[in-house]
């Protein structure tokens, strides 16, 4: 087992690690609109605030062997569920043809005020 914090995101905040890599999978934990130099994107648009925690957690994935079109489960949070269509518009840009199983669940105000956290399970390229 491996436990990864890529420098292509900014450091956790807290007492673990953005993926762990177990028996051919990576587990990402939530991420939050975080640039990789640590700004909190608070003010940010919804949709800005989307593409950050998506950008987090390709960077994740690939520096675990992983990669979108490998993702197997995507869970997202959002602070209301009058944000589920603008997600879902940058999140089908963002995966593509990819289409992991997928929950998005309305949890009202997230960590720091902001609007959207997304965790993951992906499968690696290699085994690892």
Known sequence: MNF???????RPGGHYSHAA???????VSGQ????????KL?????????????ANL???????GSSVDRLVQVRVYVDTIDNWPAFN???AKWA???RPARAVVPVGPLHFGLKV??????????RA
Do not use: C
């Open 58 to 64: 390709r960077a994740i994935l690939e520096a675990s």
């Open 117 to 126: 956290e997304v965790e993951a399970v992906g499968v690696l390229t290699s």
């Open 96 to 98: 593509g043809a990819a």
């Open 21 to 27: 890599v177990a028996n051919g999978f990576v587990f």
């Open 32 to 39: 939050l609109p975080i640039t990789p130099e640590g700004v």
């Open 4 to 10: 990864l914090d890529p420098d292509t995101v900014a």
């Open 89 to 91: 518009a940058v999140y």
């Open 42 to 54: 608070v003010d940010a648009p919804f949709e800005q605030q989307a593409e950050q925690v998506l």
